[in-house]
């Protein structure tokens, strides 16, 4: 036969007293459940403090030579002429994270000239053609009308001119700017930044010494080769040099 098994009230609705019996009764097993607990809240607190403490770089330009440009070099590949293409940037870094770091690498994304639906649309257009740094022959300076030059530093390169150079160390609140150069080797077609209203879209991308990335975009206006020089007479060349 079968048993029945009735609860009472007083089992259904267990009161504190009962609660303080089964801990007491279980104290083994509830000093295992707080011994766990308090581990997972520390490494909980741990993580979070770890993720909180890093450096966040803010990228923005500074008035100063930043332009992108495209010139015909006179050599023809088939039916097409050959071009180069450069972009300098007067670029500030400001570290405005928890934790100090050091700028490690900047490299700069642009977008290719070209309509037609095919790869290159897709990982040129839809994404970028990301260029590393590039050394600049001379350095960057702006003939005054008195007659005497200004110089602008350098960002990641030693100036030949200027005695001091940027410290890529960033602790809290710090900046750090200069000019940063870019510059593509031969192409031939739509191997060029896209154009809209005189200036073309780029994309910065920096990485810290923790490996983490920080990026700016930014609109850059583009000038012609003689304007260029005027603020770099060996700009567009580090490729027939190196």
Not at 101 to 117: D, E, F, H, M, V
Not at 130 to 156: C, E, N, Q, R, V
Request: proline residues 5%; charged residues 15%.
């Amino acid at each position: 036969m079968a048993r029945l098994f009735v609860l009472s009230v007083s089992e259904m609705n267990p009161t504190a007293s009962d609660f303080i019996r089964w801990c007491n009764d279980n104290s083994g097993f509830v000093s295992i459940i707080l011994f766990v607990a308090t581990l997972v809240v520390a490494w909980a607190g741990g993580l979070f403090k770890l993720l909180r403490h890093k450096p966040r770089f803010v990228l923005s330009l500074s008035p100063g030579p930043t332009f992108a440009c495209t010139y015909l070099t006179g050599v023809k590949f088939g039916e097409y002429d050959v071009t180069r293409t450069f972009f300098a940037l007067y670029l500030t870094i400001s570290n405005r994270g928890s934790a100090a770091g050091t700028i490690q690498t900047a490299q700069l994304g642009y977008k290719w000239s070209i309509n037609r639906l095919n790869w290159y649309f897709l990982r040129y257009v839809l994404g970028w053609c990301w260029l590393p740094t590039m050394i600049s022959i001379m350095d960057f300076h702006y003939m005054l009308k008195s007659g005497g030059a200004k110089f602008y530093p350098f960002l990641m390169q030693r100036s030949t001119v200027l005695p001091e150079q940027s410290d890529l160390y960033l602790p809290i609140g710090k900046s750090a700017h200069g000019v940063i150069y870019f510059e593509q080797p031969d192409a031939w077609g739509g191997c060029q930044p896209r154009v809209k209203a005189g200036k073309t879209l780029v994309k910065m991308r920096v990485t810290d010494s923790f490996g983490g990335t920080h990026t700016g975009r930014f609109w850059l206006p583009v000038v012609t080769l003689e304007q260029a020089r005027k603020y770099n007479p060996s700009i567009g060349t580090t490729h027939d040099e190196v």
